[in-house]
């Protein structure tokens, strides 16, 4: 297997402790030159030197073969320890340091062959060819001593391994860490987003309330006073009379503008809601003296309140527009129930318009009824007056 990487701190150690083990190699042979012949000593120093340098070949910085370098030591570096064992007539073990190094290189391609070779083959064949007054108690101990230093690598591999994963679980945290962070940070300008979305929705909430609330009390009690201005010379009990209904429809439009403000509900919002219409709608006619006919198609049943102040709101609306602007003298509602939804249509006898100008009151209750999933249609002619028709869905709840 190759590996193009770097060498680690612990291989540039075993580089160091080799190349040490062939400088006083090295060192021996010159020391004893003298008492060998010239041609020994030369193949000596050439063999130390090939079995340095042939296994570099293949273990050096940016290059690294598993398989080659452990096969190069056994054809360079066992040759020489069992010549220089010939030579001297006594074990040299040359080859421990690179023990260690094919230790360190050793992985589950290769472990197969290289521990048996070199821990247990390795001696058992230097043993045979120097049997020359070696017991089998020197055969165990060159085999320790080659377990030992495979071993030595093998642990050192293990500690680089080791590392190797912790700066690796290290990095993918700071990764994990940027990565959180930056969600973080996106969850935050996320929720910023949401609180302003919120905000401007409850803005225009309460400003489609607000407008929906005073203008329809606002018209009543202007058509009210208009009639009491009229009554006031000429039946003064029947103009306080009226003055004092306007006072009571005054408080309470103040008093749904601050349920409006705290998004809530009518105070009518257990009634049902013909009932809530058919006052809405009375009041109305009795301010502006509007004739109006309230009528209810179907089986009523128990709609959700948000769906039935939609519905109220609608009504409102319609009853304010037609007489702010289209001047009606009578308006006709119908509420009708079907098992799939709840509608409203008024209609009124206004002065109408063959291009109908969609303001901020039309819009609101388009808003508030496609919320509910529902649908607004407002068609006018002029002189025909206006029809509003306002439907959405609902589930009528059997009974058992």
Known sequence: MIQRRPWHGVEWSLFIVLTGSVLLGLLYALLH???????????TIAAILLSYGVPFLFWRPNYIHSTCY?????????????????????????????????????????????????????????????????GIGQLFSIILNAVLFFAIGLSLQRVVTSNEKTEKLLAE??????????????????????????LLEERNRVARELHDTVGHTFTSVIMGMDAVSYLIETVPEKAKEKLDVLRSVTRNGLEEV??????????????????????????????????????TVGDEYDIPKQTKLTLIRCLQESLTNAKRHGRAASVEIQLTYTDEQVSIRIEDDGVGSEHLKVGFGINAMQERISALQGNLQVSSSLSQGTIVHCAIPAKRVPSF
């Open 173 to 198: 945290n700071q990764r994990q860490y940027l990565l959180i962070h930056e969600q973080n940070n996106a969850l935050e300008q996320y929720a910023n987003q949401i609180e302003q979305l919120t």
């Open 258 to 295: 601050r349920r409006s403000i705290h998004q809530m509900v009518p105070k009518e919002g257990d009634m049902l809601l013909s009932q809530q219409l058919t006052r809405l709608a009375n009041e109305f006619a009795l301010h502006t003296g509007t004739q109006i006919k309230f009528t």
């Open 33 to 43: 030159m003298f008492e060998h012949e010239l041609v020994s000593t030369v193949l």
């Open 70 to 134: 452990p096969i190069a030591v056994l054809l360079t570096g066992i040759p020489l320890q069992i010549y220089l064992s010939w030579m001297q007539e006594d074990a040299y073990l040359t080859i421990n340091c690179p023990l260690m190094v094919i230790g360190f290189l050793t992985d589950r391609k290769n472990a197969w062959w290289t521990a048996p070779v070199f821990m247990v083959a390795m001696p058992v064949v230097y043993y045979f060819i120097l049997h020359n007054g070696m």
